[in-house]
T-cell receptor, first 113, second 116 residues
Framework: KAGVTQTPRYLIKTRGQQVTLSCSPI?????VSWYQQTPGQGLQFLFE???????NKGNFPGRFSGRQFSNSRSEMNVSTLELGDSALYLC????????????FGPGTRLTVL | AQSVSQHNHHVILSEAASLELGCNYS??????LFWYVQYPGQHLQLLLK??????LVKGIKGFEAEFIKSKFSFNLRKPSVQWSDTAEYFC??????????????FGAGTRLAVHP
């Protein structure tokens, strides 16, 4: 089975721009979660999508949004980028959600200049 | 708000030494508990998990963890570490926040370095 894939792997943007990250889950998985990983704050949960609906969300501002398509692929969008948005963005897929094993992708390294 | 604390940020051990990594969480309700590991250059992967039943759970590569409800703890142990256990270890808790949302809350991580 192919693992979770994320594209692009690296991204450089400037303040004020917006960015879209993509995550393709493991085949058959309906849950996709997104996380932000930084040296200072560690791993923080952004949101979870299940069957095209946002089911759970963390404590991030509205500039962070996402969506999930009918094939379970998910995108995360960050608008009006700030320097503090520089981070590794991880997505994880699972069959049912948090009570299930999360399979993580390699992440997208976003640098905001 | 719920939180997860990992007591040690960096641990250095020699091969064959015993390992115990502490994890405490703050949440009074039902929790699901996890330990994830990230080996150098690899993705985060599940080491073990506890949902219910026997509080002593066994995971991959000889790791085990004990859930002690009264102490809100879920410590990770391995009797004899190997150089290949060098990695970063994350404790995580699935808890329900106010408003009915669930989230997976991670600890800050513990970097383990095992010297041959």
């Amino acid at each position: 089975k192919a693992g979770v894939t994320q594209t692009p792997r690296y991204l450089i943007k400037t303040r004020g721009q917006q960015v879209t990250l993509s995550c393709s889950p493991i085949s058959g998985h309906r849950s996709v979660s997104w996380y932000q990983q930084t040296p200072g704050q560690g791993l923080q949960f952004l949101f979870e999508y299940f069957s095209e609906t946002q089911r759970n969300k963390g404590n991030f501002p509205g500039r962070f949004s996402g969506r999930q398509f009918s094939n379970s692929r998910s995108e995360m969008n960050v608008s009006t980028l700030e320097l503090g948005d520089s981070a590794l963005y991880l997505c994880a897929s699972s069959a049912a959600g948090f009570t299930d094993t999360q399979y993580f992708g390699p992440g997208t390294r976003l640098t905001v200049l | 708000a719920q939180s997860v604390s990992q007591h040690n940020h960096h641990v250095i051990l020699s091969e064959a030494a015993s390992l115990e990594l502490g994890c405490n969480y703050s949440y009074g309700g039902t929790v699901n508990l996890f330990w994830y590991v990230q080996y150098p250059g690899q993705h985060l992967q599940l080491l073990l998990k506890y949902f219910s039943g026997d509080p002593l759970v066994k995971g991959i590569k000889g790791f085990e963890a004990e859930f002690i409800k009264s102490k809100f703890s879920f410590n990770l142990r391995k009797p004899s570490v190997q150089w290949s256990d060098t990695a970063e270890y994350f404790c995580a808790v699935n808890a329900q926040e106010s408003g009915g949302y669930n989230k997976l809350i991670f600890g800050a991580g513990t970097r383990l370095a095992v010297h041959p």
